[in-house]
């Protein structure tokens, strides 16, 4: 089956993003000279996974040819590549299966009733392009203006690179913007055909320039709990706990519940 031209193309830099990451040294490469790129040659990456240099440049290029399972092993770990990122290669590859183009289900009223039953704890449900699907006035109080655009759906993503008060609310913008462009493209990826996706990433990159920096990149990461610093409504810094749960119908739109942790 051929996969379109955009996913080809989409592996192709994810390729070589991951590619010039890695230095010589760190795979244990001796020094020729000057490099004109960074991290590693295409022919040094061949050499390290195996591969003829010829086919792997036809694959970095987008060129419509079928890279079997053992090979893709072998490039993932010749860049070293975490458990998400290679889930992200074998989805780019066509190894995996990718989910057509199709409105999402909505939400059943139990289950958007639920961030009301966690208040006063902030809680929201998201799908997996960020749009808010349900949420708590804890929420609202605490990510301020996220529900002030009513012309189109409240969207995290639009929120923390659109809306100035995101800059405030996030104590730590940068390293929190940057890690839900991560987990957008994560999710990009299993929807190459879903215009949900592309008019959001089209969006976000003709509106922020960080986006359009860090975009290219290809980071990827996979939604989990943690912790991050927020401020309250009352201008005070608080370092919040998360956790994040998977609807069980539909494993894309996730509840996050947040609870105050250490004050400062």
Same mark, same amino acid.
Do not use: C
């Given at each position: 089956?051929?996969?379109?031209? *955009?996913?080809?193309?989409?592996?192709?830099?994810?390729?070589?993003?991951?590619?010039?990451?890695? +230095?010589?040294?760190?795979?244990?490469?001796?020094?020729?000279?000057?490099?004109?790129?960074?991290?590693?040659?295409?022919?040094?990456?061949?050499?390290?996974?195996?591969?003829?240099?010829?086919?792997?440049?036809?694959?970095?290029?987008?060129?419509?040819?079928?890279?079997?399972?053992? =090979?893709?092993?072998?490039?993932?770990?010749?860049?070293?590549?975490?458990?998400?990122?290679?889930? %992200?290669?074998?989805? &780019?590859?066509?190894?995996?299966?990718?989910?057509?183009?199709?409105?999402?289900?909505? &939400?059943? /009223?139990?289950? /958007?009733? =639920?961030?009301? &039953?966690?208040?006063?704890?902030?809680?929201?449900?998201?799908?997996?392009?960020?749009?808010?699907?349900?949420?708590?006035?804890?929420?609202?109080?605490?990510?301020?203006?996220? +529900?002030?655009?009513? *012309?189109?759906? =409240?969207?995290?993503?639009?929120?923390?690179?659109?809306?100035?008060?995101?800059?405030? =609310?996030?104590?730590?913008?940068?390293?929190? /913007?940057?890690?839900?462009?991560?987990?957008?493209? +994560?999710?990009?990826?299993?929807?190459?055909?879903?215009?949900?996706?592309?008019?959001?990433?089209?969006? &976000?990159? /003709?509106?922020?320039?960080?986006?359009?920096?860090?975009?290219?990149?290809? *980071?990827?990461?996979?939604?989990?709990?943690?912790?991050?610093?927020?401020?309250?409504?009352?201008?005070?810094?608080?370092?919040?706990?998360?956790?994040?749960? %998977?609807?069980?119908?539909?494993?894309?739109?996730?509840?996050?519940?947040?609870?105050?942790?250490?004050?400062?």
């Amino acid at each position: 089956m051929q996969r379109p031209l *955009d996913q080809r193309r989409e592996l192709g830099a994810f390729l070589r993003s991951r590619r010039e990451r890695i +230095t010589p040294d760190e795979v244990g490469l001796p020094h020729t000279g000057r490099r004109r790129t960074p991290g590693l040659r295409r022919e040094e990456l061949a050499v390290l996974a195996g591969i003829s240099a010829t086919w792997y440049t036809y694959l970095e290029q987008g060129r419509d040819i079928r890279a079997s399972d053992q =090979v893709l092993d072998a490039l993932a770990s010749a860049l070293q590549l975490n458990r998400h990122e290679r889930a %992200h290669l074998l989805q &780019l590859a066509g190894h995996a299966p990718v989910t057509e183009t199709e409105e999402p289900e909505p &939400l059943p /009223a139990e289950a /958007a009733a =639920v961030p009301l &039953l966690l208040q006063p704890h902030p809680a929201y449900i998201i799908s997996g392009n960020y749009d808010v699907l349900s949420y708590n006035q804890a929420a609202d109080e605490l990510f301020r203006n996220l +529900t002030a655009v009513t *012309d189109r759906p =409240v969207n995290i993503a639009r929120w923390v690179f659109f809306e100035p008060a995101a800059r405030d =609310v996030l104590v730590d913008w940068e390293p929190e /913007a940057r890690g839900l462009l991560a987990r957008l493209r +994560t999710l990009a990826g299993r929807h190459p055909r879903d215009p949900r996706y592309t008019r959001l990433i089209d969006e &976000l990159n /003709a509106g922020s320039a960080e986006v359009r920096a860090w975009w290219p990149q290809y *980071d990827v990461q996979a939604r989990r709990g943690g912790r991050k610093r927020l401020r309250s409504p009352g201008g005070r810094e608080v370092e919040f706990a998360y956790s994040a749960f %998977h609807l069980a119908e539909q494993p894309e739109q996730t509840l996050v519940v947040y609870s105050d942790g250490r004050r400062r």
